[in-house]
């Protein structure tokens, strides 16, 4: 079998998306090999074991979240903290075009896997730790605007356990009724954050020493 036809990335893409709208257990690999259009010995060629594959597609997904994910929001969004708003739009437009069956692709897996392969939950936590990091650095960039203090890092973590929960609630009921409750709400607290920044630097040009003019 030919090794560089695509045929290994050709079964990552199907994994993938098998994994994301059914999960990892219910998924088999003849399934894959059927969706990927290759043959079942190809698949266990670059993949002995089900978990092999599995722990590639997180890799690949973690490969993917910068070109597939942030930099079509980033491109449209200029300003940081709109970066983060995008990112959290992007996930609500996936639940409506999937009618709700795809959500967060990590999550489902960390619930599905995370206490039966370790191996693989290191990889789920790199993935969300990834994810973290464009945040932070959306809030970073931000970080003139914001209170003195705020830790990026903590943000992030706020908005990625809104998405997670937020993500969950709109699946379970079918509506975007939660969802839309939570951005809102997370929106709020930023603009918040925003002011009160915005509040400080006032406050800092006004007790700032004024320069004398020269005679």
């Given at each position: 079998?030919?090794?560089?036809?695509?045929?290994?990335?050709?079964?990552?893409?199907?994994?993938?998306?098998?994994?994301?709208f059914?999960?990892?257990?219910?998924?088999?690999?003849?399934?894959?090999?059927?969706?990927?259009?290759?043959?079942?010995?190809?698949?266990?060629?670059?993949?002995?074991?089900?978990?092999?594959?599995?722990?590639?597609?997180?890799?690949?997904?973690?490969?993917?979240?910068?070109?597939?994910?942030?930099?079509?929001?980033?491109t449209?969004?200029?300003?940081?903290i709109?970066?983060?708003?995008?990112?959290?739009?992007?996930?609500?437009?996936?639940?409506?075009?999937?009618?709700?069956?795809?959500?967060?692709?990590i999550?489902?897996?960390?619930?599905?896997?995370?206490?039966?392969?370790?191996?693989?939950?290191?990889?789920?936590?790199?993935?969300?730790?990834?994810?973290?990091?464009?945040?932070?650095?959306?809030?970073?960039?931000?970080?003139?605007?914001?209170?003195?203090?705020i830790?990026?890092?903590?943000?992030?973590?706020?908005?990625?356990?809104t998405?997670?929960?937020?993500?969950?609630?709109?699946?379970?009921?079918?509506?975007?009724?939660?969802?839309?409750?939570a951005?809102?709400?997370?929106?709020?607290?930023?603009e918040?954050?925003?002011?009160?920044?915005q509040?400080?630097?006032?406050?800092?040009?006004?007790?700032?020493?004024?320069?004398?003019?020269?005679?």
């Amino acid at each position: 079998m030919p090794i560089g036809d695509g045929t290994r990335e050709k079964l990552l893409d199907a994994a993938m998306e098998l994994f994301a709208f059914q999960g990892y257990a219910a998924t088999g690999l003849a399934q894959i090999a059927r969706k990927a259009k290759v043959l079942p010995g190809s698949l266990y060629y670059f993949f002995p074991s089900k978990q092999d594959l599995l722990n590639a597609t997180l890799e690949r997904r973690h490969e993917l979240l910068q070109p597939e994910v942030l930099d079509p929001i980033w491109t449209k969004h200029e300003d940081p903290i709109e970066r983060v708003f995008g990112l959290l739009g992007g996930y609500r437009h996936m639940l409506e075009v999937t009618d709700f069956q795809h959500g967060c692709p990590i999550g489902n897996l960390v619930i599905e896997v995370g206490n039966t392969h370790p191996d693989s939950r290191r990889l789920l936590v790199r993935n969300f730790d990834n994810w973290l990091d464009a945040i932070e650095a959306c809030f970073a960039s931000a970080e003139s605007r914001l209170p003195a203090g705020i830790d990026a890092r903590r943000l992030a973590v706020f908005v990625l356990t809104t998405m997670e929960g937020a993500v969950m609630l709109a699946r379970a009921y079918r509506n975007f009724e939660a969802y839309d409750a939570a951005i809102i709400q997370l929106r709020d607290y930023v603009e918040r954050l925003l002011a009160d920044g915005q509040v400080e630097t006032s406050r800092k040009e006004s007790h700032a020493p004024k320069r004398r003019r020269r005679a």
